[in-house]
């Protein structure tokens, strides 16, 4: 479902969009995707700082990070979202308690052309995200250690 979410992608209306108060504004919704008896915790900074992009397209991206991250969780398990504003930059981590990946699966996931089905399709799009706000991905797991994903960007001026 996420992924055909994240697919459904056309051309949208590029807007000022507050991160923290967008995360504070999906949080009961988050809490649903990573429930079953799984922690979520929301580590939000006090200041709030804008980006540009369409709204839809932001919670799109975040859903599918909450789901991938339950789905690599052993039950119980936990979900940590940490937002992060510095020196004009965000910052948008989602970290679990999960399976982890080898240094392999990680570097396929990051560098994988485009294919049609499900397996890996969500990343493709969150990484599609990523180039359209101008942004950085990164991707840490290590196998029984869990996964960082984290996306940076310049934030919004007018």
């Given at each position: ?10 051309k949208r209306r590029r807007e000022r969009l507050y991160l923290r108060a967008r995360l504070a ?15 979520l915790t929301l580590d939000l900074e006090s200041e709030d700082a804008p980006i540009r992009n ?105």
């Open positions: 479902m996420t992924t055909s979410l994240l697919q459904s992608t056309a504004g999906l949080e009961p919704l988050l809490r649903t995707i990573a429930s079953s008896g799984n922690l369409a709204p839809d397209r932001f919670d799109h991206v975040l859903i599918e990070l909450i789901a991938n991250a339950r789905t690599a969780l052993a039950c119980p398990g936990a979900v940590r979202i940490r937002l992060r504003n510095r020196r004009g930059r965000s910052r948008l981590m989602v970290l679990d308690s999960g399976c982890g990946m080898t240094g392999h699966a990680r570097q396929e996931l990051l560098t994988r052309a485009p294919t049609p089905g499900a397996h890996g399709t969500g990343f493709q799009q969150m990484r599609r995200f990523v180039g359209e706000i101008l942004g950085k991905l990164r991707l840490r797991s290590r196998p029984g250690k869990g996964t960082l994903v984290s996306i940076s960007c310049r934030n919004y001026r007018d």
